[in-house]
């Protein structure tokens, strides 16, 4: 065991760059105006144009998604650790599979859109990591990067290019995909001994303070997400627009479901730090279509009713009937609200000028998403299940002393700054 | 008491669906061309010239202030997370009230600039909310973004439309306005039974150390703020030069003055914190004027001395005298540097090529500024004294607890991570 | 002693506006064009396309190095906001220094590259901070910002306008030279006291949460700090990929590193924190050449192995033998992968079309760097060592509250949120 996890990540990189070195070639200038759908000739610069919506994915990614992961109260090393671990793969990963699939097998020209892309691949993975986060090793989660993103980079070929499907701000391909991909991981992964908790299995208050520094981030670079790659012009502009306005809707309804359904009509921090970002989830779809502005708030409402009554009803029902441990609730922030999208963009695309063929391919994009996620996630959570990973027992969950050295002591003694006063010599 | 809260978040988001429906639509390339202040013609992708900084302003606005407002030891749930909720119904309210009022009723065609003045318009209700944090309900803040941003709108264009100033940076619009108003309201809402401070008003070390999370995004974006709405070209490109330039000044200024005012030179966080943002404040409204680098750092300095002398002798003065209770000290931070901002607009003016009447409409601005705060903070606090708003007792004030699902236990029981090796199985 | 402090930081900031008033500027169009070395003619608004690199920078200096330096368990608030403090005087002062001698004496024109050079000045004193952490006084910290950066200045003059060496994301000027400036200074302040440690000199749990906020906005931002100053075009978006690619790299190895060499293959904190990112550092000064995207990722992996050896092996022995006590271990982060940096470079113009000389103007270049930088430093820690510059006593070293008024109590009373259900009134 004690040299698995180092020779696997050491292997897994040598790999990389191996791949690297057959596959992936810089960017020439003029490759560069294609890839950005500029028709016109322009200058050199412009791929500087993308790189400030680039820079808003990667900080949801690395900082939005792995603070977002902080709130357990002995897991927070491994929430914001293990997260840049599989992020760093997958991004890596996720440039070769995507840009084998899409360039059909040609060297590939990294650019711009290809980071894009690859930090869009591992959020697939991250969100899948918060269905099994606390219960799994560090080992386990780079299989499954390496599956995942394999099998995300096939459903999201077949969605773009055979169904030709819109999913702009990915509500199928990645929402949807990564809630199911992992429910179906923690369903093959549950553990009977967890059935009635763990007492490690919650948060602390400045843990949740933590969560909410990953919570705002993704909630303001959302609308860079759903936009970063949308078609220049008009469907960018409106990506942002309806982005934005679906998650302030969601917002003010999430709070007030929030405290419809609590005790005493308090407000729930498991509510707030995720059911505000369904919005953005939901949007995803047809953010860069002409649904006018009021329909954006309207679909983030929506979701932001579904996540919560997801969070209070679902996820203790999938823990106690179907067996289905979801530590951070990922059916209700991505599951349930990337239906919804998928749903929309539907409706969206019925509403407009398309033909019933466009609404199937739509319809078949959601099938497609879902469908090989519960595929891919269950065969990814039989080759977990070996015992050969490195697996911390149940007693060990949701605890980084298993994988990490952490301050033996508690967070201060009892003198903390309690001396008198210090002054400086002379 | 129950229903309250919840019926009148969603009320409101049902409202602004409505208020969507009616008067917002796209924007057209045509008008974005227009309100970017473009005069030939560009490619359409032209509007994510101003994202980024939109994006920088959007930081502040959730991310920044909310951090800033964790500061208190058993408060730092509201301060985050009603920060959130203000700003997510601010945003589409603003976008509403200033669009109504600058397309003189005509459809609102909404782009990146309607996004940056909506959320513009939060901000000011967000520096009030500083001035009532922990003193006050849920469903009061909604009640008073809804007033605060629509005298706001009204200030903003008579300051605008009829006075012409200048205020790129918004040191008197959205800085003196939001703390002006924000002490009336605090002054109605006076607690005697708080006038010996609460046990529960201060600071835990890891609390302030959060809030200096909002104080660094608020310092390093603050350029994009003062620059986001000023002209393209050389304007927009002076706002950044001296706000940067004010802000370096006014930290090396705020530090010197903490050390100098505190027993025995010692620096004090509150300080720290807050004034180091003062630079930021008071050059916005010549922000964008050729005042010269080394003024803006003058005006930076003097902004500096200002504020930390403010929260040394003015709070205390204010709770105690004038019977205003200013949690977070905005008029240390927003309002005296707001005010010097407009003094230095009236100065900067008057030393250029402008004649006199110019100075008067700057002036007027200034005084327009605070006299409709005043009289708008006070109608809004009287509103909000009304005893039906769900308002915490003396007693409960500063604590999450009366309004969110809290963590029973402390940070970390006594054995926290003192157990023996845990190893991974197998 | 008293008044030492705002004294001198008063008399700094004066010193600053007078300088500014005397030789800085304001850009003009004609400038700004000439400097983001575009060629035609373009439109007016061209300077906001570096300014979200710049802003990145901005965030990494200010909230990237200052929260990677809140890990000590009572040191938060100096690591914090003493960055904030240094990078504040170095702004100003970098730019002065720089761009006179830059501009040979003439009148400076402040742009967003000076902006972003000035940013960059600071970064030196900020890496060389790390190593004296918690045993030096603000006062010192000033006299070292303004020795440093004229030091640093003189070494990148020499750099790029003598040997005309290639160093763009500085892996030379600003890596190795502000780690062997910072070791020299605290090879001279090397405290004997503190030869077997500091019960003081230790993170705990959320200590380390708070300096991941700055690991990962270092990481994620690191590509626009290694292209901010690249030329326009292929150069600049290769310095983007090639530092992306590295640092992906980068964090697998560290992983797998740090594995390896920890007890029973736990991962350490302080290596994930640092070692993440010693990719960034290395491939800088190659960042904008043909290196393909695989070397990029070794040299990001050769990185990650030499910082996680340098932590494990090199800092105890540089404490115990060199007498050097390295807080932060700067040199595993900077100084180390620094070296690999300007080793890379030259061996990257070796390999392309360049000859001796330019391999020689290359090592010339990192043997300039270390060498100024341990002069520099070595002067700079005799002059901090004159005992009147506030030093705190061993006892009180890695301690806020000997220049900070800090929380008296500890996080939180043992009754925190622990009474009965709070409720609003009414």
Same mark, same amino acid.
Not at 89 to 96: C, H, M, N
Not at 196 to 218: C, P, R, W
Not at 289 to 302: A, D, F, L, T, Y
Not at 379 to 402: A, R
């Given at each position: ?7 696997? $990540? +050491? @292997? #897994?990189?040598? *790999?990389? %760059? /191996?791949?690297?070195? &057959?596959?992936?070639?810089?960017? =020439? ?58 992020? $760093? +793969? @997958? #991004?890596?990963? *996720?440039? %070769? /599979?995507?840009?084998? &699939?899409?360039?059909?097998?040609? =060297? ?60 702009? @701000? ?257």
């Amino acid at each position: 065991m004690r040299f698995k996890f180092p020779l696997v $990540a +050491l @292997g #897994l990189e040598v *790999g990389m %760059i /191996v791949l690297f070195g &057959l596959f992936v070639q810089y960017e =020439t200038e003029q490759n560069t105006l294609q890839q950005l759908n500029i028709t016109k000739p322009t200058d050199t610069g412009r791929f500087l144009e993308l790189y400030p919506l680039f820079q808003d994915v990667h900080v949801m990614v690395f900082v939005g998604i792995g603070f977002l992961m902080t709130f357990l109260k002995k897991y927070s090393f491994s929430g914001v650790g293990i997260n840049l671990l599989i992020a $760093a +793969l @997958g #991004l890596q990963w *996720g440039t %070769i /599979v995507q840009g084998v &699939l899409h360039s059909y097998g040609q =060297t590939i020209h990294i650019g711009v859109e290809n980071m894009i892309h690859a930090d869009f691949s591992t959020v697939t993975v991250l969100i899948s990591f918060g269905a099994v986060l606390g219960k799994t090793s560090p080992v386990q989660m780079l299989i499954m990067t390496i599956v995942e993103i394999a099998v995300f980079a096939c459903n999201e070929y077949l969605v773009d290019e055979i169904f030709q499907a819109s999913d702009t @701000g990915a509500s199928m391909t990645i929402h949807a995909f990564g809630a199911y991909f992992g429910l179906a991981v923690a369903g093959i992964l549950y553990r009977s001994g967890l059935r009635k908790g763990h007492q490690n299995q919650e948060s602390v208050y400045h843990s949740d303070v933590f969560a909410m520094i990953g919570t705002l981030f993704l909630w303001t670079f959302w609308p860079s997400f759903n936009s970063a790659i949308a078609e220049a012009g008009d469907k960018q502009y409106r990506a942002i627009v309806n982005t934005y306005l679906s998650l302030a809707a969601c917002v003010l309804v999430t709070y007030a479901i929030s405290s419809l359904l609590e005790k005493r009509g308090k407000l729930s921090m498991v509510h707030i730090k995720n059911a505000t970002l369904a919005g953005g989830v939901a949007v995803g779809t047809c953010a860069d279509m002409e649904i006018q502005p009021q329909s954006s708030m309207m679909i983030g409402s929506i979701a932001g009713i579904v996540s919560v009554f997801g969070y209070k009803f679902l996820t203790p029902f999938f823990a106690t009937k179907l067996r289905i441990q979801d530590t951070c609730g990922i059916h209700n922030l991505h599951g349930l609200p990337g239906v919804v999208g998928g749903l929309a963009g539907i409706a969206a695309v019925g509403m407009g000028m398309s033909n019933t063929t466009t609404m199937a391919m739509q319809a078949a994009a959601l099938g497609s998403s879902i469908g090989t996620a519960l595929v891919g996630g269950l065969i990814t959570g039989l080759i977990l299940k070996i015992p050969i990973w490195g697996q911390p027992s149940d007693e060990n969950c949701y605890d980084d002393s298993v994988y990490w050295e952490v301050p033996k002591k508690r967070d201060y003694d009892s003198h903390f700054h309690d001396h008198g006063e210090l002054n400086p010599e002379v």
